[in-house]
């Protein structure tokens, strides 16, 4: 199984519009985050969770060139408002629709936004195309690559899904809760024996829908993998100086890091 962090910032982005701060002008390009998205590659297949407003350019700077299904954790537009673009992927399938799962919500909020795309064939050619599967979580989908449990993170007024993937092959186990406030005990039995796990943690200062970066250590401790990484990092957020800070086996995840289990 193979990660790539496509963008690991907030829905404002880093830098951010008109901001002076230390992080915004800062050179290091771990303090540049796009939006946060990942892409998945498990068994020979491609999965993107998310897409971001800049995902054109994220593939393009990651070398994604294929996708075989697409899973929406929730409709903010920090995770969707990239749909557009992936009318190149339905091309690589010769016009067959990609499969898009996600929560009923959020395949509503897709529909709203892109009604002429939400359809098993693309309108004319080099259209984008989405065939919606609802997800119900707690809800364990089947792949050719191998299985993906779902369950609901509470995020404010909405619900995110939490993805925990196994590969068949391999075995390898790989947790992604973002854009979550809380993670009960139950979900964290479900990330248990990961290789690796990924983690909100938005900040220092809290959040009403975000954990912090202080709760989000305790998360991991509780769940115990070797690896943990935290994404959708604010501004305020220093790249090197608050990984310096972190626990072992805990960092900061950045834009364009690729993990292999």
């Not at 994604?64 to 749909?83: E, K, P, Q, S």
């Not at 309108?123 to 119900?136: L, N, Q, S």
């Not at 912090?212 to 305790?218: F, H």
Request: proline fraction near 6%; include cysteine.
């Amino acid at each position: 199984m193979e990660i790539c962090f496509l963008g690991t910032g907030t829905s404002q982005g880093v830098p951010m519009i008109g901001c002076e701060c230390e992080t915004c002008r800062s050179a290091n390009p771990k303090n540049k985050r796009g939006r946060t998205s990942i892409h998945v590659k498990a068994g020979g297949y491609g999965l993107q969770v998310d897409a971001a407003p800049e995902f054109r350019l994220q593939c393009i700077e990651n070398d994604i060139d294929r996708i075989d299904w697409v899973v929406l954790t929730h409709g903010h537009a920090d995770h969707i408002a990239g749909m557009d673009d992936l009318r190149r992927f339905v091309d690589f399938r010769q016009g067959e629709g990609l499969p898009v799962y996600g929560s009923r919500p959020t395949l509503e909020r897709l529909r709203q936004m892109y009604p002429y795309a939400v359809r098993d064939r693309p309108e004319f050619p080099g259209y984008p195309a989405f065939v919606p599967h609802a997800v119900r979580a707690p809800q364990t989908l089947e792949f050719p690559w191998g299985t993906l449990h779902t369950t609901n993170l509470p995020h404010g007024r909405f619900e995110v899904l939490g993805l925990v993937f196994t590969e068949r092959e391999s075995g390898k186990k790989f947790t992604y809760y973002t854009d979550c406030k809380t993670v009960k005990a139950s979900q964290r039995a479900l990330a248990a024996g990961s290789d690796v796990v990924v983690l909100d943690g938005l900040r220092d200062r809290p959040h009403p829908t975000h954990m912090t970066i202080g709760e989000a250590v305790d998360v991991a401790a509780s769940i115990g993998a070797a690896q943990t990484y935290l994404i959708h990092m604010a501004h305020l957020v220093e790249h090197d100086r608050v990984d310096r800070g972190l626990p072992s086996g805990v960092n900061l995840a950045y834009d364009g890091l690729r993990l292999v289990l």
